[in-house]
């Protein structure tokens, strides 16, 4: 397990420049894009609630400890930058903040506690499966983005830190727990949650367009080719997690992808010190 260590947001301040469409000028490629952003800064304090819970009983192994801090401080880090693109979002005349109060009350206020720390720690190492997935759909698609400069520095330095640390969580769960039944629950669990809220959060997003049914039509017909989430990353995602001899480390073009980009990151990063 290499160090794993938080960056600089690559971005010294989103601009009012960002169009509402920010991803090739489509309102439905846009809006499940901005979906998943309004689930980010919660949902990634959730997994990190989650993995710290543990933080005594792996205490003894100092890698494995120092991997949970960077794990930790990159996805603070995340969740962050995230919600700063909430306020880009509100001016653009998007609003936001009741779905958000009724997606954290229904996730964090009534889910987590109904389930027992190890099955909380099993859905963030499943939930950290899939955005790994997400991350390198979006690294491969490095021809074919167009999408807002800004969006993408900021996509892709979330990208490439959830590939990196893709296996701390994974890692804990295994020390702590490890029983192939508990994962597959945690399994289910995220892709049940992720999903739906992922589809709630679009659809009340594009829900607050003019003329979203006939966009979306048209949308769909180029999209859903270019960007198989369903298939890509769930799908996938489900298979090679539920192989009993499953870990993320042994994803080496994972590592591969995130070789290649880490210098782009990097310039990035440069640039908006």
Not at 12 to 31: C, K, M, Q, V, Y
Not at 37 to 57: C, I, M, Q, T, W
Not at 110 to 124: D, G, H, I, K, Y
Not at 151 to 171: G, K, T, Y
């Amino acid at each position: 397990m290499g160090t794993i260590r938080p960056r600089p947001f690559p971005i010294s301040s989103f601009a009012d420049a960002i169009p509402r469409h920010w991803i090739a000028g489509s309102l439905f490629a846009t809006h499940v894009a901005n979906g998943v952003n309004l689930l980010f800064p919660a949902g990634e304090r959730f997994f990190v609630r989650s993995v710290r819970h543990y933080k005594d009983r792996i205490a003894k192994d100092p890698q494995l400890a120092e991997a949970v801090q960077g794990f930790a401080g990159q996805e603070g880090h995340h969740a962050r930058a995230h919600e700063a693109f909430f306020e880009v979002m509100e001016r653009q005349g998007l609003e936001i903040q009741p779905f958000l109060r009724v997606y954290e009350k229904l996730a964090y206020g009534v889910l987590e506690p109904m389930f027992p720390p190890v099955f909380r720690l099993a859905t963030t190492a499943a939930a950290e499966h899939f955005t790994a997935l997400m991350a390198e759909n979006f690294l491969s698609m490095a021809e074919d983005r167009q999408l807002h400069p800004l969006m993408e520095r900021l996509l892709i330095w979330h990208a490439c830190e959830e590939i990196e640390h893709r296996s701390v969580a994974f890692d804990v769960f295994e020390r702590i727990d490890g029983r192939y039944s508990v994962r597959m629950a945690g399994l289910a669990i995220a892709t049940v949650t992720l999903a739906g809220f992922w589809i709630a959060a679009a659809l009340y997003l594009m829900a607050q367009e003019k003329g979203a049914v006939e966009a979306v039509r048209r949308d769909l017909r180029v999209f859903r080719k270019r960007q198989p989430i369903g298939r890509e990353v769930f799908l996938r995602g489900l298979r090679s997690y539920a192989r009993r001899d499953f870990h993320p480390s042994k994803q080496k073009h994972l590592d591969a992808l995130l070789e290649r980009t880490i210098t782009q990151l990097e310039g990035f990063i440069s640039v908006a010190a």
